[in-house]
């Protein structure tokens, strides 16, 4: 069965973002220089209004969980991975062997790394909260620069 993909995308203090959804559920978030699947609809879905208008509280500090259904595709250890990284509380950081910990594996911090990049569905799912254990701030696909714009707009509506 073809899983029909539909993409909107909303301006934000970040840039534009796509959010993507397969009719149930969030699939992906692009930022503004992601490449969009070939086989993408754009079209602004109930889901889609529901996700851009969850994001922009988000970004004007009134909103600290997004309550949307998420379908991110990936390992059985990548999607563990990205649902501790939804436990990580609005305005706080873990690093990655703290994940690795969490997720009962100490010794996997670089694959929760690589996990973390791998993450679909960046700022729902706050791959942003992860640092590095010498607490600076480590590669994220939407740039270091969105990363440390997120981590210090969580701080001040903390």
Known sequence: MIIMKNVFFYQTPIGKIGIAENGNAIT???FHDAII???AVVKETELLKDAGRQLEDYFSGKRKHFELPLEPSGTEFMLNVWKTLQKIPYGQTKNYQEIAQIIGNKNASRAVGLAN???PIPVIIPCHRVIGKDGKLTGYR???NIKEYLLKLEKTHE
Request: charged letters at 25%; zero cysteines; hydrophobic letters at 15%.
């Open 142 to 144: 939407g740039g270091l």
């Open 37 to 39: 699947p070939d086989d």
């Open 28 to 30: 992906n978030l692009y």
């Open 117 to 119: 990049n791998k993450n």
